[in-house]
């Protein structure tokens, strides 16, 4: 069965390292994106691609970046992580077309120390 | 900013009564979708209505949409303890944009 997957599944690091978190997707979709999920603020939109080679920020995409070099990857780099990002981090993928459903990865918790 | 707010942010109600659950939103849609999360999960898309729709129907699931009032809400109905979880709007924008943007979420408990 198709499949949305994010490691790790928790994360602790210091203030001020790089961060990578995985998302690997087998639905063969187009739209990837990734959200942070805070009490108080729901999920807010970190990062999204439409395709290879495409991405764009998202509303709070500072601190953030991506690369989409193939259709199942898109991996969400933290360049300095800060105390700020410590939060829950999902990543969704979706089919073309603006009236499909969004599939969501199980989350990566991550703690900044 | 958030697209969607959802109304009210808890509730909390008896096993087998009816839940109701609202969504408003700021800007024009193409379609607004339900989803709900299970603690320390993942979410899961639930439903999906058109703007051209006025109301849809899934199960126990009703979903209405008043585009007029930029609102929506969804009702479940005969609650079951399963269906303890936190709910989710969310809307696109018209112009062909494919993100999603999500409300704040109501924390549903279905006491037994």
């Known amino acids: 069965d198709a499949e949305i997957t994010q490691s790790p599944r928790h994360k602790i690091t210091e203030t001020g390292r790089q961060v990578t978190l995985a998302c690997h997707q087998t639905w063969n979709h187009n739209n990837m994106f990734w959200y942070r999920q805070d009490l108080g603020h729901g999920l807010r939109l970190i990062h999204y691609s439409y395709g290879v080679q495409d991405t764009n920020k998202g509303e709070v995409s500072d601190g953030y970046s991506v690369s989409r070099s193939n259709t199942e990857d898109l991996p969400l780099t933290l360049e300095s992580a800060a105390s700020s990002q410590t939060s829950v981090y999902f990543c969704?993928?979706?089919?073309?077309?603006?009236?499909?459903?969004?599939?969501f990865g199980q989350g990566t918790r991550l703690t900044v120390v | 900013s958030q697209q969607g707010e959802e109304d009210p942010q808890a509730l909390s109600i008896q096993e087998g009564e009816n839940a109701t659950m609202n969504c408003s939103y700021k800007?024009?849609?193409?379609?607004l979708q339900w989803y709900r999360q299970n603690s320390g999960r993942g979410l899961v898309h639930l439903i999906l209505i058109r703007s051209n729709e006025r109301e849809k129907h899934s199960g126990r699931l009703r979903v209405t949409l008043d585009t007029s009032k930029k609102s929506s809400s969804l009702l479940i109905t005969a609650s079951r303890a399963a269906d303890t979880a936190s709910y989710f709007c969310?809307?696109?924008?018209?112009?062909?944009?494919?993100?999603?943007?999500f409300g704040q979420g109501t924390r549903l408990t279905i006491n037994p």
């Open positions: 969310a809307t696109d924008g018209v112009q062909g944009a494919q993100k999603l943007v």
């Open positions: 969704a993928s979706s089919g073309q077309g603006s009236a499909t459903e969004a599939f």
């Open positions: 800007t024009s849609i193409n379609n």
